[in-house]
């Protein structure tokens, strides 16, 4: 369609019924996190580190899933980071949901928790160290919270609690740059 060329326009987002256009200066950058907050660095360096990101369960491909576990089975490292984005959190999400999946399996957010547990818990008893630094999606928790905030402080939404996680597991706050 006609579509006008704007060299400010650097993404285009697509919404009903009118296609919408996001602004973003092509020089912008995000502020960097505060020092105190952000920067942890890890006394032992392992020697082999994985990272994985993204993974959204419980709507993670299976395939892509049997892979990461068999990589890791190969690699055996002494780390892994799990870099944001583990869980999808789709029943606290503020977009609008689809109606249809609201009684499938995995929609409530304790099912995604549990999703998780065999992958966690296979990758995690390969290493000495696991670090998972929070994603926008895992995020969504602590803004539930800071809405709620009756909800502060109960040990409950502790991740290891919440999530279940393995003990091994370091939790580390959202924009956390992890030096290993």
């Given amino acids: 369609?006609?579509?006008?060329?704007?060299?400010?326009?650097?993404?285009?987002?697509?919404?009903?019924p009118e296609?919408?256009?996001?602004?973003?200066?092509?020089?912008?950058?995000?502020?960097?996190?505060?020092?105190?907050?952000s920067d942890v660095s890890v006394d032992s360096v392992p020697q082999w580190i994985f990272s994985t990101s993204d993974t959204h369960y419980p709507i993670q491909d299976p395939y892509v899933e049997a892979a990461v576990m068999q990589f890791a089975r190969d690699l055996r490292p002494g780390a892994w980071v799990i870099n944001g984005d583990l869980y999808d959190c789709w029943a606290i999400s503020s977009h609008d949901k689809e109606p249809e999946r609201l009684f499938d399996p995995g929609a409530r957010?304790?099912?995604?928790?549990?999703?998780?547990?065999?992958?966690?818990?296979?990758?995690?008893?390969?290493?000495?160290?696991?670090?998972?630094?929070?994603?926008?999606?895992?995020?969504?928790i602590s803004r539930l919270i800071g809405a709620n905030v009756g909800l502060f402080g109960l040990r409950a939404l502790d991740w290891g609690t919440m999530a279940s996680l393995p003990a091994r597991v370091t939790v580390h706050k959202y924009g956390t740059r992890l030096r290993l």
């Fill in 1 to 16: 369609e006609d579509e006008k060329t704007n060299p400010d326009i650097d993404i285009t987002i697509e919404w009903d």
């Fill in 19 to 37: 296609p919408q256009a996001l602004v973003v200066p092509k020089d912008a950058r995000p502020p960097p996190p505060p020092v105190e907050q």
């Fill in 109 to 140: 957010l304790q099912e995604e928790f549990d999703a998780a547990q065999p992958f966690l818990r296979e990758i995690a008893g390969m290493c000495d160290s696991v670090h998972f630094i929070p994603g926008n999606h895992e995020r969504r």
